[in-house]
């Protein structure tokens, strides 16, 4: 097998607000254009899934990250697009005085805002079972998304606690 055909690594970043919201934007210019994202990028030779997090939201958006954990991964194939994928997804908090992200980069992703983790969820649920089904929806998200929906079913509250307190925390 050519390099170029080796799956490559994307490490999607959770950014959460200890209230169950989380960042995302409309992507722009690459795979997976017009589809709903959370902040990340391919990993850098020699770096580490934190180090990737914080330079990956700090170049998008403008923010400084911390308290970067890791979450669980995806195996995503891009279907029509000859793109294959293992995404990495981390959960973080904002650390740094900035709150607002911005769009550093608005040829990639024109506007960023808070979704509700389990508005995320729903519509991630719902485009898998419409695609199962040949049907289209109206809100469409990131390959990466739809797949955590598909592959891990235990990361639907990976948000909140019993007590319905916010939490960062890893799906087993």
């Not at 097998?1 to 490559?8: F, N, T």
């Not at 990340?40 to 308290?67: M, P, Q």
């Not at 279907?79 to 959960?91: D, I, L, P, S």
């Not at 805002?113 to 109206?138: C, F, L, N, P």
Request: charged share 30%; hydrophobic share 35%; net charge negative.
């Amino acid at each position: 097998m050519a390099d170029s055909q080796r799956p490559k690594i994307g490490v999607g970043v959770i950014i959460h607000d200890n209230a169950g919201n989380i960042i995302m934007g409309e992507r722009a210019g690459s795979h997976g254009a017009g589809t709903l994202q959370c902040p990340g990028g391919h990993l850098e030779h020699g770096e580490s899934f934190e180090e990737n997090a914080a330079r990956e939201v700090l170049e998008e958006t403008g923010l400084i990250v911390g308290n970067i954990k890791f979450l669980t991964a995806t195996n995503d194939v891009f279907k029509g697009e000859g793109k294959h994928y293992v995404t990495v997804f981390v959960m973080c908090e904002i650390i740094g005085e900035n709150r607002v992200a911005q769009p550093m980069e608005p040829h990639k992703c024109a506007k960023w805002e808070w979704v509700h983790w389990s508005k995320m969820w729903a519509w991630a649920g719902e485009q898998a079972k419409a695609e199962d089904e040949g049907r289209e929806v109206q809100r469409k998200m990131f390959l990466p998304l739809v797949n955590l929906w598909r592959e891990r079913k235990e990361c639907e509250h990976a948000l909140v606690e019993d007590d319905g307190n916010s939490r960062n925390v890893r799906c087993k």
